[in-house]
């Protein structure tokens, strides 16, 4: 089963918006980590939150943690057309035996 | 170029027959994991060797396998496949026991059992 579930699982913006997505999980973590991937090929690691820090940025990624809501939230600003992708948010956790744990992804169209 | 390395990148293969995919991690990493992408199961996590070793075990099928070798590549190995193990595996390397810092993932193989 997926520790994580993301939030939407689709989003369509215009380029130059904002792009948000969620993720909530079930178990206390480590870190929660996010991911992109394009079409069909690996995942790109984008960046960790540790389960001590709120909020995390990372260029145009903003990151936040929410150990209370057991969740998560990536926000990708001034999005450009190369932002088009999918986000994966994963969670390193004792209970998964410290392997990380993928949510179902947001897949994200940035139109030019 | 990630530097985990895996081949073939595509396959196609007759249900009942056997495969082996091969992954190289990125120099100095020691954890190789493996992951099956499906679009109805996502991401799902099959596998960990860390220095060798098998260290954790997850969806994987009795009809799977994997090992990795005294130069740290790994294989997995897919046998009597049907048409529902067609998916992208992945590898994905990092340096230690612990995913403290993110895993580096190879570009996938393909999979597809007709």
């Known amino acids: 089963s997926q520790q994580g579930e993301e939030d939407p699982q689709a989003l369509s913006i215009q380029e130059g918006e904002n792009a948000t997505m969620n993720c909530s999980y079930k178990?206390?973590?480590?870190?929660l980590q996010w991911y992109r991937q394009n079409s069909g090929r690996g995942l790109v690691h984008l960046i960790l939150?540790?389960?001590?820090?709120r909020e995390k940025h990372s260029g145009r990624l903003r990151v936040t943690l929410d150990t209370s809501k057991k969740s998560s939230s990536l926000l990708i600003t001034a999005s450009r057309a190369a932002d088009t992708a999918s986000y994966f948010c994963?969670?390193?956790?004792?209970?998964?035996?410290?392997?990380?744990?993928f949510g179902g992804g947001t897949r994200v169209l940035v139109k030019p | 170029d990630s530097g985990v390395t895996q081949t073939p990148k595509h396959l196609i293969t007759a249900t009942g027959q056997r495969v082996t995919l091969r992954c190289s991690p990125r120099?100095?990493?020691?954890?190789v994991y493996w992951y099956q992408q499906s679009l109805d199961q996502g991401l799902q996590f099959l596998i960990q060797?860390?220095?060798?070793?098998?260290?954790a075990k997850g969806n994987i099928l009795e009809r799977f396998s994997a090992q990795q070798f005294p130069d740290l590549h790994s294989e997995l190995n897919l046998s009597s496949l049907e048409l529902g193990d067609s998916a992208l595996y992945f590898c994905?390397?990092?340096?230690?026991?612990?995913?403290?810092?993110?895993?580096?993932f190879g570009s996938g193989t393909r999979l597809t059992v007709v």
């Open positions: 994905a390397s990092s340096a230690g026991l612990d995913p403290n810092y993110g895993y580096t």
């Open positions: 178990t206390s973590i480590n870190n």
């Open positions: 939150i540790r389960s001590n820090e």
């Open positions: 994963a969670t390193d956790a004792e209970a998964a035996g410290n392997k990380l744990t």
């Open positions: 120099s100095g990493d020691l954890s």
């Open positions: 060797y860390y220095n060798g070793e098998e260290r």
